[in-house]
C-alpha cells in the first residue's frame, strides 16, 4: 500500500520553500561598523562592509543603504547573495538557510520572495520548484522529497498542496498517485503513470531554464489493473494496514514476497527484476523491532534484561510478560527495515 507506506519526509525547520525571506529583515541599525566608500555626508557609497548586530553586509551603498551587489550575513550562519535595494533585498537573489541546508534562489522585491524560485538542497538536487507572491507559495509547485518522489499541483493561500487533482510522483519518475490533498499530506487517490518521465532536476542543469518558466502539470492516464481508491494510513501497534488487499504499483513492479529459503515458516522479500545499487524498490510500514524485543516475541526470553542471578523463574516469567512487545512487533520477515533498498 503505497500511501500507508511510504515515509514521511525528513522533517525540516519549514517546509520546502516556505521559509526563504521571513528572516532576511533589516539587521539591527545600532552599534554599526562601517568600513569603506562614503558620499560628502559621511554616509557608506559605493563599496563597505557594514558590521551590524547579528549581521554583517559587504558590497554596494548607495547613500547610506545597502543598493546593488552584496552579500548579506548572519550570525547563525544564514546569508542572502545577490541585488539590494533601500537596505533590502530586491531582485535576483540566494539565500542559504543552515537549517535544513538549501539554498533559494529567485527573485525579490522589498525583501520578500515575489516571483519564480527555485529551492536547492546541499547536494544540488531540486526541493522545490514553483512562484511565491509576498514571501508565500502560489499557483503550480514542486516539492520533492528526500526519497526522490514529488508532489505536483497547486498550492493553497497558505502556500500549502491542498484540495483535488494533485500529483504524488514515486521516485522512477513515472508512478504515480493522483487525488486529495490536505496541508500537503495524501489523502486519497488512484494510481496513475505519466506519459513523460518526471525528472528531478540537479545544480548542474541550467538554472535559468528553470527560473525563466512556469510548473506544467505532468500529463498521465489512470492505470486500469488498479482501479480502487487508495487512503493514507498510519501503522500503529494496533494495525498495519487498513487496505493490506489492494496492491502497490511501485512495488509491484520491483519486489514480490515468497517463501523464505532461510526458514521453512518464513517469507522474504525479493527482487522481480535486476535492481541498481541504492535504489528505492519497496517501503516497510510498521514498527521497528530490535533484535533483544525480536527475541521476546520468538524465544520468550531476554538476555541481560530479566534481572539478577538468582531470580525465581515466576519473577522472569513476570518480567517477559512486561517485556513483551504488542504482536505486531513479531511481523516476522521484516523486523529489522523501515525501508528496502
Not at 487512503?231 to 519486489?255: K, M, N, W, Y
Amino acid at each position: 500500500m503505497a500511501p500507508q507506506k511510504r515515509p514521511a519526509a525528513r522533517e525540516r525547520s519549514a517546509p520546502a520553500g516556505k521559509k526563504p525571506a521571513s528572516r532576511l529583515r533589516r539587521p539591527a541599525s545600532s552599534s554599526l561598523d562601517y568600513t569603506g566608500d562614503t558620499d560628502e555626508a559621511g554616509n557608506p557609497h559605493g563599496r563597505g562592509i557594514l558590521k551590524m548586530k547579528g549581521a554583517v553586509y559587504e558590497g554596494e551603498f548607495e547613500h547610506g543603504l545597502q543598493s546593488g551587489q552584496g552579500l548579506l550575513r548572519f550570525a547563525d550562519g544564514s546569508t542572502c547573495k545577490g541585488g539590494f535595494a533601500a537596505g533590502q533585498p530586491h531582485g535576483r537573489c540566494e539565500y542559504y538557510d543552515p537549517d535544513d541546508r538549501t539554498t533559494m534562489v529567485g527573485s525579490y522585491v522589498a525583501g520578500q520572495l515575489h516571483g519564480r524560485a527555485v529551492q536547492l538542497d546541499e547536494a544540488g538536487l531540486l526541493v522545490f520548484r514553483g512562484a511565491f507572491e509576498k514571501d508565500v507559495r502560489a499557483g503550480m509547485a514542486q516539492v520533492f522529497d528526500d526519497f526522490g518522489g514529488c508532489v505536483v499541483g497547486a498550492v493553497d493561500a497558505e502556500g500549502e498542496h491542498s484540495g483535488d487533482d494533485i500529483l504524488y510522483v514515486f521516485p522512477d519518475g513515472l508512478t504515480a498517485l493522483v487525488g486529495s490533498f490536505n496541508d500537503g499530506v495524501f489523502v486519497r487517490g488512484r494510481y496513475a503513470r505519466l506519459q513523460a518521465p518526471l525528472v528531478r532536476p540537479a545544480r548542474e542543469s541550467d538554472l535559468e531554464d528553470l527560473l525563466s518558466a512556469d510548473v506544467d502539470f505532468p500529463a498521465f492516464a489512470l492505470v486500469k489493473e488498479i482501479r480502487d481508491f487508495v487512503h493514507r494510513g498510519v501503522s500503529t501497534r494496533e494495525t498495519l494496514c487498513a487496505q493490506p488487499l489492494i496492491p502497490d504499483l511501485f512495488e509491484l513492479e520491483r519486489v514480490t514476497v515468497s517463501q523464505s529459503g532461510l526458514k521453512e515458516d518464513m517469507e522474504g522479500l525479493f527482487a522481480k527484476r535486476p535492481l541498481r545499487a541504492g535504489e528505492l524498490c519497496s517501503w516497510y510500514n510498521g514498527l521497528r523491532c530490535s533484535h533483544e524485543a525480536r527475541e521476546v516475541c520468538i524465544n520468550g526470553c531476554f538476555p541481560g534484561l530479566l534481572g539478577p542471578q538468582g531470580q525465581s523463574p515466576e519473577a522472569q516469567q513476570r518480567q517477559v510478560r512486561r517485556l513483551r512487545p504488542p504482536p505486531v512487533w513479531s511481523h516476522q520477515g521484516h523486523t529489522r527495515c523501515e525501508r528496502h533498498r
